[in-house]
């Protein structure tokens, strides 16, 4: 499950790059929770949740739907 999250995130990653940011995949747990912390730029925006949530959420979702949600730490 980890490699597969992983893939999408890299998918995902060039566009938070070319904002300033970056995410870090912490720890996918037995559940299927996603931990992600943002980095850069992206983790002072203050619509840093909505990413989480409707950004990449929605992403891993869709491609991984064993998914149950993303969590930042």
């Known amino acids: 499950m980890k490699h597969r999250v992983e893939q999408v995130i890299n998918e995902i990653r060039p566009k938070l790059q070319a904002n300033g940011g970056d995410v870090e995949l912490v ?5 299927n929770v996603v931990k992600l912390k943002l980095q850069g730029a992206c983790a ?3 619509m840093a949740q909505m990413t989480l949530k409707n950004g990449i959420e929605r992403i891993l ?5 064993e998914i149950k949600y993303v969590e930042g730490v």
């Open 27 to 31: 720890e996918v747990t037995e559940d």
């Open 44 to 46: 002072g925006c203050p």
């Open 61 to 65: 979702k869709m491609k991984i739907p």
